[in-house]
């Protein structure tokens, strides 16, 4: 299993889709499918095609995090997990941060340059929800990127059923990640809001 960030190469959308679909129960052929899919040139254009607007009703101010300062992996993901489950009553903390470590179990979701990408799926929400988290310093995160300690983590919340609109917004954020220029606004950044200006996240 691999983490490599997704980058615009045909083999870079294989490998990370490969990743994201190991966080979820389908059978190979329908794995199979779905790569196919993403890999192909239309699908492609419309996953990393960075002037794509995210929209609010994924993540808003709330759940955004800047400059936190903590140590560890464990620490990052009990935080990400508070701001998932903030977003419905039914959503309870303690359950969102076992499923996301049940995740990270299967492999690791650091993507490299400083990222992680952590995910995981609930039958308690009905859209994708996402949370974002900027932290002061880098951590460890036990990464393949190991010499470079992530400091940038945005998680993804989906329901039961996986399919190709979860599997458009993972790549869709990973393109954004792969890009330096967005890497780097998301760094300088000193408010939530400044945060998601620089992932292009709009009320639209």
């Known amino acids: 299993m691999t ?7 045909s083999g870079s959308v294989m490998r990370h889709s490969r990743c994201f679909l190991s966080g979820f129960r389908i059978d190979e052929r329908q794995q199979r499918q779905s790569l196919g899919e993403l890999n192909s040139p239309r699908l492609r254009s419309q996953i990393l095609g ?14 955004v995090i800047c400059g936190l300062e903590i140590t560890s992996k464990k620490r990052l993901l009990e935080i990400l997990a508070q701001l998932l489950a903030s977003a419905h009553p039914r959503l309870d903390a303690e359950v969102v941060f076992e499923r996301l470590l049940e ?18 799926r609930t039958k308690d929400v009905t859209e994708v929800i996402g949370a974002l988290v900027q932290l002061q310093r880098g951590i460890d995160y036990d990464g393949a990127d190991s ?17 190709d609109e979860h599997l458009r917004l993972l790549a869709q954020l990973a393109g954004r990640f792969s890009d330096p220029s967005i890497r780097e606004r998301l760094r ?15 009320d639209s």
């Open 50 to 63: 960075l002037g794509v607007m995210l929209s609010t009703d994924l993540i808003n101010e709330t759940r």
């Open 147 to 163: 010499d470079e300690p992530v400091d940038l983590a945005f998680a993804l919340l989906a329901p039961e059923a996986a399919n």
């Open 3 to 9: 983490t490599q960030i997704l980058d615009t190469s």
């Open 188 to 202: 300088q950044a000193d408010s939530p809001s400044g945060l998601l200006q620089a992932l292009n996240i709009s």
């Open 103 to 120: 995740r990270e179990r299967l492999g690791s979701t650091a993507l490299g340059h400083g990222i992680a990408l952590p995910h995981a």
